[in-house]
Every structure is written in C-alpha cells, then in structure tokens.
C-alpha cells in the first residue's frame, strides 16, 4: 500500500533552515509527481511545492526564493529545503502524491519562533 513517511520537523528560529524529508513506499516512486503541503488550525491545507515525474517544480508565492524541492528517485524520497524561514511558515507540513486519489504522510511540526 502507499505510504509517506515525513521526517525533519522541529523548532527553528526566524531566520533558519531546516530540511523535510518524505520517505515514499508501495508505488513506483519514479512515476509520480510529489508535494508538500501545509496548514494551520482553522485554515485550508495549502500546497507549498510541487515537483512532477520529469523534475519540473512550482511553488507558492511566499515561498520562492526560500523553500526548495527535490526529489531523489534511488531512494524513493522526495525532499523539502526550508531557508530564510519566516514565523508565518509555522504549519504542520504534509507530503503528497495522487494515484487515483490523494495520499498523504502523517504530517510534520514546523515552528519558527524566536
């Protein structure tokens, strides 16, 4: 079955970096766009960043120029690089692919506070 497993949260000052990571199973990890997503209590879930089978990527306008995302097709594992990050990134961030339906990790504590 599919399975995202997410790893990296944490506390970070403003400023700071941190990398996600999401460990994919039960799929052919090659075929598939990934991304990440995150949400706040009382907000809807908003995608981040997205990168499709072919490398390409797109982002959300209030993380260009700070977040990054790459995927490592050996290791089945696609990966979030948060820097320069800002208070209002504070989220419980979520990997996710679509095959047929949404899938999604169990989600991962970012807290950006000083």
């Known amino acids: 079955q599919v399975q995202l497993v997410e790893s990296g949260g944490g506390l970070v000052q403003p400023g700071g970096s941190l990398r996600l990571s999401c460990a994919a199973s039960?799929?052919?990890?090659?075929?598939?766009?990934m991304a990440w997503y995150r949400q706040v209590p009382g907000k809807q879930r908003e995608l981040v960043a997205a990168i499709t089978r072919g490398g390409s990527t797109n982002y959300v306008d209030s993380v260009k120029g700070r977040f990054t995302i790459s995927r490592d097709n050996a290791k089945k594992t696609v990966y979030l690089q948060m820097n320069r990050l800002k208070p209002e990134d504070t989220a419980v961030y979520y990997c996710?692919?679509?095959?047929?339906?949404?899938?999604w990790g169990q989600g991962t504590q970012i807290t950006v506070s000083s």
């Open positions: 996710n692919t679509m095959i047929g339906r949404q899938y």
């Open positions: 039960g799929f052919i990890f090659s075929n598939y766009a």
